[in-house]
Nanobody, 122 residues
Framework: QVHLVESGGGLVQAGGPPSLSCAVS????????MGWLRQAPGKEREFVTA????????IYADSVKSRFTISRDNAKNTVYLQMNSLKPDDTAVYYC???????????????WGQGTQVTVSQ
């Protein structure tokens, strides 16, 4: 069993960069692809970004490319999401997820955190 716990987020002003962290326990962290997905009110959960076990391969949703950066520290069993140039449309619950395939598809992620709210004000 893999346990994921997100931290960070909260209420932020547009343009301000919070960062999110996700601590992973229970299995070998470096075995997994790690991703961030988000769900806005009334919308489906959508892919944001993911990184392969080595951290060398990363993919981003077009909506966050050049603004968000994913990184991981395998020694600390932690994955991070740095968010810059935030917009009100980025308001959502952000979920950390672990899977076996570097993919934008939700079904490839089978361990999930509880989510953390990010609210971007004007």
């Amino acid at each position: 069993q893999v346990h994921l716990v997100e931290s960070g987020g909260g209420l932020v002003q547009a343009g301000g960069p919070p960062s999110l962290s996700c601590a992973v326990s229970g299995r070998t962290f470096s075995d997994y692809v790690m991703g961030w997905l988000r769900q806005a009110p009334g919308k489906e959960r959508e892919f944001v970004t993911a990184t392969a076990w080595s951290g060398g391969d990363t993919i981003y949703a077009d909506s966050v490319k050049s603004r968000f950066t994913i990184s991981r520290d395998n020694a600390k069993n932690t994955v991070y999401l740095q968010m810059n140039s935030l917009k009100p449309d980025d308001t959502a619950v952000y979920y950390c997820a672990a899977g076996g395939t570097l993919s934008r598809l939700r079904q490839y992620y089978y361990y999930w955190g509880q989510g953390t709210q990010v609210t971007v004000s004007q």
